[in-house]
């Protein structure tokens, strides 16, 4: 599970550092070092440009969408609380992600991301002990996301942009290396190599996708123990990743 993560570089940084053609100066976010479930994130995709046929070419950009993945189909926008992570062993086939996995793939940066180890009781109530795991070498994770478009019906013009919301989610795999050690499910960082395909709207063979999203390999994660003070969402600020006593 992916539940909480960290994302402080700023757009300009992004923007260079996964090939983004185009970004809107207006769309900004604050640096946060717990991002939270419904929260703005910085997602990288490429879509043909807007009023143009679904044939042209496909540019990249990025944009703010928000977490917590809410399917064309649902109802109801809270849907999405319930969808932030999908599994990787049924992304592809699951009703929720299978349309998105097949046209709708993003990139989700993040500069490492929170898991929660039980670390004992305290009464009826069980305590745990959040950890930070992030790269060794401090390099940008590129998280592997889908993202879907809902239409509001509360919203009756069309060209209204409260009509339609953008949200992603966070696919996981079984965690590895220093994560495994922490908690059974880890987010899939795509590598450098695997951007291009991952992100062509025009890919849509499931296997040579399912192909692209591998775990990483051992000793690229680093794992500390961090205050419980991250477990509010209302905390945010980079002493949260100080490495506390477990």
Known sequence: MCGRYVSTRGPEELARHFGVSRWNPE???????????????????????????????????LRVLRWGLVPSWAKDVRTGARLINARVETVHEKP????AFAARRCLLPADGFYEWQPAGTEGARTRKQPYFIHPLDGTVMALAGLYEYW???????DDDPAAWLTTCTVITTDA????????????????????DA?????????????????PPADG?????PVSPAVN???NNGPDLLAEAAP
Do not use: C
Request: avoid cysteine.
């Open 198 to 214: 991952w992100l062509d709207p025009g890919r849509r063979d499931p296997g040579g996708l399912r192909e692209l999203l591998t």
């Open 27 to 61: 769309q900004t976010l604050e640096p946060s070092w717990n991002v939270a479930p419904t929260d703005g994130v910085w997602a990288v995709l490429e879509r043909p440009p807007r009023g143009e046929r679904a044939t042209a070419a496909a540019r990249r950009e």
């Open 151 to 157: 239409r509001d019906p509360s919203v009756k013009d």
């Open 220 to 224: 690229r994660l680093d794992v500390r």
């Open 96 to 99: 929720a992600f299978r349309r």
């Open 232 to 234: 509010d969402v209302r």
């Open 176 to 195: 590895t290396d220093a994560a495994g050690r922490i908690h059974p499910r880890m987010p899939l960082a795509l590598a450098p190599e695997h951007y």
